[in-house]
């Protein structure tokens, strides 16, 4: 939820220009608005914008050092006043996560005389930190007190008039520092900075970094005192970033499920058993997750129920205060995520560690929050996920939990195989001539109003997912039901030529989907067999307990011609973000 980046140290004076590229490849993060501030010779010059920063072509004079923000509205509508930088008098910062105290701070400092320009909570830390340095503490000591004050998860990068430095300072949002000989770049996310250094120092939370003329200087946020960071190398590989010749990630990432899956099965048999021990000590598990990943969970509740005979409680990880009490040293809380840094996982995660629970995670980023809070965690391994919607880590995450069901009861051979056998499938499954048929089917569809999908078993929480892809990229209502529960209320909705998508081929669902025909529906069958009630069929391969795992794919599919022919951008759909680091 939001980028930020910075650079010091620019010895050619195109900071700004710098910064510009850097949050251009943040925009998933956020992309309603932006603005760069450059520190110049006598000033800080701010430029902000609303819009995305894709489209943006400033003029910046020259500047060694910048600092920069891609936003995500949480406090104030999209305008350029609350855009960021925000600044007050000597203070110029940039802010992702949110100052959740903001509001008392904010009237003791209107008492005292204050004026505010925006309606964010950003701009009070502004104030908060001019505050401090009106009482003489040094810049560093500013912004030490006030992130005392603020309660919430925040990055911060500050600019002070008259000094040099960018103090960078985290708690709960991502912030890592990239290296060169003269140079140094503060990002959200390694992408921002990887075509100068794959040299990076991860700050943690409660760190602070002073960065000087390409210099930086590491700090305890707590003690003041002075801390040693590692240099750690990332790969190339895995972090480039390239739509190759596809139009968009969506897309690509689709395709990328050619190789992914193979890549999510591809632990040791030690790594795999060593997680399920975890998992199997644990007097009650509860698996936590939001959006996609928290539908890969609901399959996974079938998965360990049928597979392993173990039950998991899966709970949005919002909704968890409502069980906390059931909390304690034996539950173990399990958290799947892409990102590794959704806010209301990590606070779910925070809470159960006071009370001493077990936690063990899957995300997709392995130097994310959540893989960092866990006492065992396995990576997804799919590849960075760049399109809002998420795609290839949602069947990953499903591929793997399929594998840990099997792990859990003791036939973890089994499951590989068949869950190699799924990838060999996928992959012959995802190729242009299918890609077309759905172009085909999505152009038929382009200008309805509702969608409802239906499904069965751990086909259910795939009605759910497909519901969530065509939503969010195209915009049409969608709707997801239990196949069995349409009869007990939705059948309503059913008019002559309803859209309805039914996932499965089975007896059972298909007289289900039988009734919604006969009351009008045009029916697109996701299965392996053609049935003569689909008006339109998208074949899928007869994948036994895997079959939730492929019959997303199509739909994933369908999501993305659907926004094209509706004219949509796909990979950054309006009001959304690609992490939600904020509660
Ligand atoms: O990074 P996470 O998996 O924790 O993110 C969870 C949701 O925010 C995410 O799945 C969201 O629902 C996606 N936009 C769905 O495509």
Redesign the pocket.
């Known amino acids: 939820m939001c980028g930020i980046f910075a650079v010091s140290g620019e010895k050619n004076g195109k900071a700004g220009e710098a910064v510009l590229k850097g949050l251009k490849k943040l925009e998933y993060r956020g992309y309603d608005s932006w603005g760069i501030a450059t520190q110049e010779a006598e000033k800080i010059v701010v430029i902000k914008e609303v819009g995305k920063i894709s489209k943006a072509t400033p003029n910046f004079s020259s500047s060694e050092c910048a600092i920069g923000h891609s936003r995500w509205a949480t406090h104030g509508k999209v305008t350029s006043e609350n855009s960021h930088p925000h600044f007050y008098k000597t203070v110029t910062l940039v802010h992702n996560g949110i100052f959740e105290n903001y509001e008392k701070e904010k009237q003791r400092l209107i008492k005292k005389g204050h004026i505010f320009t925006s309606e964010t909570d950003t701009e009070v830390i502004a104030h908060l930190i001019y505050e401090e340095l009106q009482k003489n503490n040094t810049p560093k000591d500013a912004v030490r007190n006030v992130a005392n004050i603020i309660t919430g998860r925040f990055a911060l990068l500050v600019l002070i008039d008259g000094n040099s430095q960018i103090i960078a300072i985290r708690r709960g949002s991502p912030l890592i520092i990239g290296r060169t000989q003269n140079t140094s770049y503060i990002a959200s996310d390694i992408p921002a900075f990887l075509e100068y250094t794959n040299i990076v120092n991860y700050i943690d939370d409660d760190e602070m970094a002073i960065v000087e003329k390409g210099e930086v200087e590491y700090f305890d946020v707590v003690s003041g005192k002075s801390i040693l960071k590692r240099d750690i190398e990332v790969s190339w590989k895995d972090e480039v970033l390239d739509k190759g010749d596809y139009d968009h990630f969506m897309i690509k990432e689709i395709f990328d499920q050619k190789s992914s899956l193979a890549s999510a099965i591809n632990h040791s048999d030690e790594e795999i058993n060593n997680f399920i021990e975890k998992l199997q000590k644990g007097n009650g598990v509860y698996m936590v ?5 928290h539908k890969a969970s609901m399959s996974a509740e079938y998965y360990f129920s049928q597979i392993a005979k173990r039950k998991i409680n899966v709970v949005p990880a919002s909704e968890m205060p409502a069980f906390e009490h059931f909390i304690n040293e034996k539950t173990v809380l399990f958290a799947v ?6 806010a209301d ?1 990590l606070e779910v995660l925070e809470q159960g560690k006071k009370k001493g629970a077990t936690i063990i995670s899957i995300t997709n980023v392995e130097s994310s929050a959540i893989a960092k809070i866990s006492d065992n965690h396995l990576p997804l391994r799919a590849g960075k996920e760049k399109a ?3 795609t290839k ?1 949602t069947t990953s995450q499903m591929a793997l939990l399929l594998l840990l069901a099997y792990a859990d009861s003791k036939r973890l051979n089994e499951g590989r195989q068949i869950l190699q056998n799924l990838a060999a499938n996928v992959n012959e499954m995802i190729n242009p001539r299918y890609e077309d048929h759905i172009k085909e089917v999505a152009k038929k569809l382009s200008d309805i109003k509702n969608i409802f999908i239906i499904g069965r078993n751990s086909l259910y929480p795939m009605a759910l997912e497909s519901a ?2 065509i939503m ?1 990229v195209s915009y049409i209502h969608a709707q997801g039901f239990a196949a069995g529960e349409m009869k007990h209320g939705p059948i309503a909705l059913i008019e002559e030529g309803t859209v309805c998508i039914v996932l499965g081929g089975d007896m059972e669902t298909i007289s289900n989907a039988t009734e919604l025909k006969s009351r009008g529906a045009r029916i697109i069958g996701v299965a392996p067999e053609r049935d003569k009630i689909f008006d339109d069929w998208l074949k899928v391969p007869e994948s036994s307990c895997a079959q939730s795992i492929v019959s997303i794919l199509p739909v994933q599919i369908l999501a993305y011609y659907l926004a094209i022919e509706r004219g949509l951008d796909p990979d950054m759909p309006r009001n ?1 973000a690609k ?2 680091t904020v509660k």
Do not use: D, N
């Open positions: 997750s939001c959006g996609t990943a995520s892409q990102s590794g840094e959704t996982i809002v919607a998420s880590a969530i892809k969010e959304l992490s939600v």
